[in-house]
């Protein structure tokens, strides 16, 4: 396969295993392709700071040239460079928060600048994304709290139960301010209307020169679709749901057997296992 200038991945459940790794054969990968002069990049719903911290452990830091956070609004290059797409303001956010709160569940908002999850209630799904951001969390009155202020993104969590069972509902409030998407597992999440993996994706290409149908996309979930849609060549992982198999190009082994790792090998002729 020639003509690949960018690859972009999603992290949780497509790069990284459920224990939260990347594994040496996906590391060999990494390398290989900046040895390639192939830019390499992971978009994810997880705040760039959380990402780097993430991925400092395993050996593959230096080899990321782009970073595409909270579903496409922060963008971060290897070189210095930044953008950040609009975020919601207070009257957004109210209005998500006055047409969810009777859902019982907890929603918020990530204020990277104190490293925390402001939360409208504690419950043990909060506990757990705070644990897997590395940040703490406090419950606070949001109708004060989020006055005079603005974030990449507002969120429910709970779950996974719960938030499916309201999904039809959340999915029916975006509008022409904000869009919602469900991000796997506990959480569903609202951004700007203008902010998604796939203007991110543009976003990249724009400054690097690159059309994007050279750019490889990997995901697994359904805030991955418009990304695979943009991409010139899209993997959705074993592990993703059928309506995301289906608009991708290629099917990959699961996350838990080396999939993504394998794909890429084989796809791009690396002759590292394959």
Not at 114 to 134: F, G, H, M, T
Not at 220 to 240: F, Q
Request: glycine letters at 8%; a negative charge.
């Amino acid at each position: 396969m020639e003509g690949i200038k960018l690859i972009i991945t999603d992290l949780d459940e497509t790069l990284l295993t459920k224990e939260k790794k990347v594994t040496d054969y996906a590391t060999e990968v990494i390398h290989e392709l900046k040895k390639r002069d192939i830019l390499f990049g992971i978009a994810s719903g997880r705040m760039v700071p959380v990402m780097k911290r993430m991925m400092k452990d395993f050996g593959v830091f230096e080899d990321i040239s782009v970073w595409l956070g909270a579903n496409g609004a922060d963008y971060e290059d290897k070189d210095g460079y930044k953008e950040t797409a609009p975020y919601l303001n207070t009257g957004q956010m109210l209005d998500i928060y006055h047409k969810t709160v009777g859902l019982d569940t907890s929603c918020g908002v990530f204020d990277d600048e104190n490293q925390r999850l402001v939360v409208s209630k504690e419950n043990d799904a909060i506990a757990a994304v705070a644990r897997s951001n590395r940040y703490a969390f406090e419950a606070l009155d949001l109708e004060e709290y989020l006055i005079g202020k603005s974030f990449n993104k507002f969120f429910l969590v709970d779950e996974k139960e719960k938030i499916l069972k309201h999904k039809e509902y959340l999915d029916s409030l975006s509008n022409k301010d904000y869009a919602g998407v469900y991000s796997g597992a506990k959480m569903y999440e609202f951004m700007h209307s203008s902010v998604s993996k796939s203007s991110g994706i543009k976003a990249i290409c724009k400054h690097h020169q690159i059309e994007t149908g050279n750019v490889l996309a990997l995901g697994d979930s359904e805030n991955d679709v418009g990304m695979l849609k943009t991409a010139g060549i899209s993997i959705c992982m074993g592990n993703g749901p059928d309506h995301v198999k289906e608009i991708a190009d290629y099917i990959a082994d699961t996350n838990e057997n080396d999939g993504w790792a394998r794909i890429l090998d084989q796809l791009l002729e690396l002759n590292l296992r394959s």
